[in-house]
């Protein structure tokens, strides 16, 4: 059986093929500095928006075209599809995938049944993980779809809300582990407030922090040692949600002394639903040692909503990858296409255009990513720009060494600031010798 059955296995051509299904940048196994390009992007392919988005949106319903899939609920559908998820990951050469519980298996009519669904489901993983070497980037548990969840999960006024998230956490943690995967994702889908009028913001704060810890200490107990992850958005569905950017994950993290258990899986259109660049939010993971893993995607300025584009542009790609080439290369992470086609692209061979668009643009972005670094202008400048902290007096301030008395003598000392430009025009103009 072949879901795509005219669709051979995606290969380099490059730059000057004009093949629609091959790549004409990402050549997996080309050396960019010491990595291989594969081991630089780390691609992943999201089984919600790959398996499960019927491409509906709030004015009309699902058009995706997928043959293979009986629309119904049962666990014999949701087995079967796990075989086209793995056609797809071959066809398209990429290595890993992300999934949430409900998204590869059915709910059942109680806890018990649930985890016995998901079990089943991971088995047919299990299996065809070790046919062909993919791998695990993340798995998460779905605490936003059903109705249970409608004011929050673990943020919820009903704590047997809070329990049934619970139970979810530890069931989909303990399959993550078994398929041994390099992470676990919380995103606080309805982890925030539609209006404060009804809302205790701080208990519902304290509440989310118990089940991260709560998580903490399962992830200790069994053993799991894939790095956790908190991946910030700012609203949509909750008007407010609680890990809004990166820096309110980082401080609710320090506020409820958890930092050390937890990085972020940053993602471009929630960013910009913060009113941030991408690079701003890397940029602040980054600082505070925290950047963990990245949602490949982006959105649409002009229209504010979590499209959840295929991340199409090579200089958003490369400015992201100038992140990552900073922080020295994912570890755990990867670049995970938290993307779904348009509605408008509803046949099956659209997952593999738009995969592949996203694959060659971000493949894009890391060539030029790479010559930037090369080139070090970029660098040299904004280490050229601090060089007045490097001396001895800098030292001093920053390990706390200096009183205000002695930086107002210094000051009388010096005298007036030598002004220089930040040169912010030339320094575009020059990354732009790189596109
Ligand atoms: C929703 C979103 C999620 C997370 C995983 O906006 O990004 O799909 O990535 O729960
Ligand atoms: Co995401």
Known sequence: MTAFPDIEKIRYEGPDSSNPLAFRRYDPDRLIGDRSMRDHLRFASCYWHTMRNELADPFGVGTARTPWDDRSNSIENAVDRVDVFFEFLNKIDIDFFCFHDRDIAPEGGSVEESERLLEQVVDRIELRMKETNKQLLWGTACLFIHP???????????????????????AAMEATHRLGGSGYVFWGGREGYGSLINTDMKREREQLARLLHAAVDHKHRIGFEGQFYIEPKPKEPTTHQYDSDAAACLDFLREFDLLDHFKLNIETNHAWLAGHSMEHELEAAIAADALGSIDANMGEHTNGWDTDHFPTDPLLCARIMRCVLKMGGFTTGGLNFDAKRRRESFEPVDLFHSHIAGMDAMAHGLEIAHRIAEDGTLDDFVRTRYESWDGDLGRRIMTGDTTLSDLRDEASRMGEVPLESGRQEMLEHHFNRFI
């Open 148 to 170: 249970r969840y409608a004011s929050g999960a673990a943020t919820s006024p009903r704590i047997e809300a809070f329990c049934h998230a619970a139970a979810q956490v530890k």
